[in-house]
């Protein structure tokens, strides 16, 4: 019998390497640069993108050129969490709201929504919990569609109207750069916040349109305000801040869920922002490398 290991299948093994070189690039490549890095051929490479764009794994983007499938993405978020007892990640979460006493909230992308994977109580996420699934919509979900690929960050784009596009897409890059956002707290907001909280606290006690309280709870996730640039987060100035949010990276660095605190305060000093940020930052680092460090003996969250 022969003494060296051969693979039992080579066939996956091509599927894999074309979805982690894929994973690994920032921007889309093409059928034939995939097969030249891969040393494939061509063809062969373009049937197993034509499957994987069939099972959405992979998705073809106008130009010709591929890059991972939203359908990859959501089972890559569901994956990570259904690693993890729903209670470590809640004891995170809690222990997080009770250092900037506020609440918390914890989501991931799954295919054209955003679901919450763990929440705290508080007026941040009144009407939320764990599992459910609310509408992709811009602002929603920015800390993990910065670090997506340019065709999904202009969908996430256009699920807005125009007038804030350019706003959204300095989100985007103050994501990249500096690794967190921070929202302003419109005075008039509060009211309306409470409004739609009540009703989607309701809607989750007598359940009964599950598509009316998805429209009410992705409602409610917009309000957040206008985005703050650097400069002005760091002035000295006493801003009003309604939430802010970091991404949480996996060992393959990787944007897989989005860390949110909402303050919801008229009057935050620097020192208080730079305390939130702190501990917002740390938090996310802690669940990110927990997402390997803690043992596979968990439940799944729900589907």
């Not at 990570?80 to 506020?102: I, K, M, T």
């Amino acid at each position: 019998m022969p003494t060296g290991k051969t693979d039992p299948s080579p066939p996956t093994q091509r599927v894999i390497a074309i979805v982690e070189l894929l994973a690994a690039q920032r921007d889309s490549l093409t059928a034939a640069e995939i097969a030249d890095a891969l040393a494939l051929n061509r063809s062969t490479a373009g049937s197993i993108l034509a499957a994987l764009a069939d099972r959405g794994w992979v998705r073809r983007l106008p130009n010709l050129s591929y890059e991972l499938g939203g359908r990859l993405a959501a089972i890559g978020a569901r994956a990570a969490a259904s690693r993890h007892d729903r209670a470590w990640l809640e004891r995170e979460l809690e222990e997080l709201a009770d250092r900037v006493n506020c609440g918390a909230a914890l989501t991931a992308l799954s295919g054209g929504h955003l679901k919450f994977v763990a929440v705290t109580r508080d007026r941040l996420t009144i009407g939320m919990e764990s599992g459910v699934r609310i509408p992709l919509l811009a602002p929603a979900g920015a800390a993990i569609i910065a670090h997506t690929g340019k065709a999904r960050q202009r969908d996430w784009l256009d699920t807005r109207g125009s007038e804030r596009r350019d706003e959204y897409r300095a989100v985007l890059d103050t994501l990249r750069t500096a690794g967190f956002c921070a929202w302003r707290l419109e005075p008039d907001s509060l009211p309306g916040l409470r409004v739609l909280s009540d009703v989607a606290t309701h809607l989750a006690e007598h359940p009964g349109d599950k598509d009316l309280r998805g429209r009410v709870l992705a409602q409610l996730a917009t309000f957040g305000g206008s985005a703050y640039d650097q400069p002005t987060f760091d002035s000295d100035a006493t801003l009003p801040l309604s939430y802010m949010s970091a991404p949480v990276f996996d060992d393959n660095g990787h944007a897989v869920m989005e860390l949110q605190i909402g303050p919801l305060r008229p009057d935050v000093t620097r020192a208080e922002r730079h305390h939130y940020l702190t501990e917002l930052s740390t938090a996310a680092r802690r669940i990110g490398d927990g997402l390997e460090s803690v043992p596979s003996r968990l439940h799944r969250l729900p589907s």
